[in-house]
T-cell receptor, first 111, second 114 residues
Framework: EDQVTQSPEALRLQEGESSSLNCSYTVSGLRGLFWYRQDPGKGPEFLFTLYSAGEEKEKERLKATLTKKESFLHITAPKPEDSATYLCAVQASGGSYIPTFGRGTSLIVHP | AAGVIQSPRHLIKEKRETATLKCYPI?????VYWYQQGPGQDPQFLIS???????DKGSIPDRFSAQQFSDYHSELNMSSLELGDSALYFCASSPQRERGGIQYFGAGTRLSVL
């Protein structure tokens, strides 16, 4: 069974304090790994797709990286507006195209 | 750019009542998904449609049914509502099923069952 584990569950940072969120996964074969941002009471917003180990994607203060077992979402010099829950999802190769979501990391950035 | 549109945004029902949630996917997206999200939980996949045909089924109760119509909009029908059905319900669409992890979510319908 595909498994996605995100850590930490919650993270509090001061504005400007860089950190990383982790997404570890267990799948028979990886078709793709996806990062989403979700604000309270709103739908998840797609951020990045990573398809192979060593791949990196960047968007503003966010950078996503991928290895064979995990992905990191690095947040550089975060701002309060980066506060949200960050969800990781994994799509396995073969069979269903439905991704498996992790439980997310709740990030709060204090000014 | 067009986004996924869901209606209504909020819905209050009594136990044992019926609810219908609507979703209008992004034009030319070939796959529609329905999710249920409880407080502090990750989105739980319910059901999906590919080119208007039911594609995958997740943890959707037998009391729930869904369909996608000729104009590509989709409806989630929920009968015999229970207190535990109170949650956020999201619809998402994907431009290509094979890249099904790339989904664009609507704003959701918050269902409260009293």
């Amino acid at each position: 069974e595909d498994q996605v584990t995100q850590s930490p569950e919650a993270l509090r940072l001061q504005e400007g304090e860089s950190s990383s969120l982790n997404c570890s996964y267990t799948v028979s074969g990886l078709r793709g790994l996806f990062w989403y941002r979700q604000d309270p009471g709103k739908g998840p917003e797609f951020l990045f797709t990573l398809y192979s180990a060593g791949e990196e994607k960047e968007k503003e203060r966010l950078k996503a990286t991928l290895t064979k077992k995990e992905s990191f979402l690095h947040i550089t010099a975060p701002k309060p507006e980066d506060s949200a829950t960050y969800l990781c999802a994994v799509q396995a190769s073969g069979g269903s195209y439905i991704p498996t979501f992790g439980r997310g990391t709740s990030l709060i950035v204090h000014p | 750019a067009a986004g996924v549109i869901q209606s209504p945004r909020h819905l209050i029902k009594e136990k044992r009542e019926t609810a219908t949630l609507k979703c209008y996917p992004i034009p030319r997206h070939d796959t529609v998904y329905w999710y249920q999200q409880g407080p502090g939980q990750d989105p739980q996949f319910l059901i999906s449609f590919y080119e208007k045909m039911q594609s995958d089924k997740g943890s959707i109760p037998d009391r729930f049914s869904a369909q996608q119509f000729s104009d590509y909009h989709s409806e989630l029908n929920m009968s015999s509502l229970e207190l535990g059905d109170s949650a956020l319900y999201f619809c998402a669409s994907s431009p290509q099923r094979e890249r099904g992890g790339i989904q664009y979510f609507g704003a959701g319908t918050r269902l409260s069952v009293l």
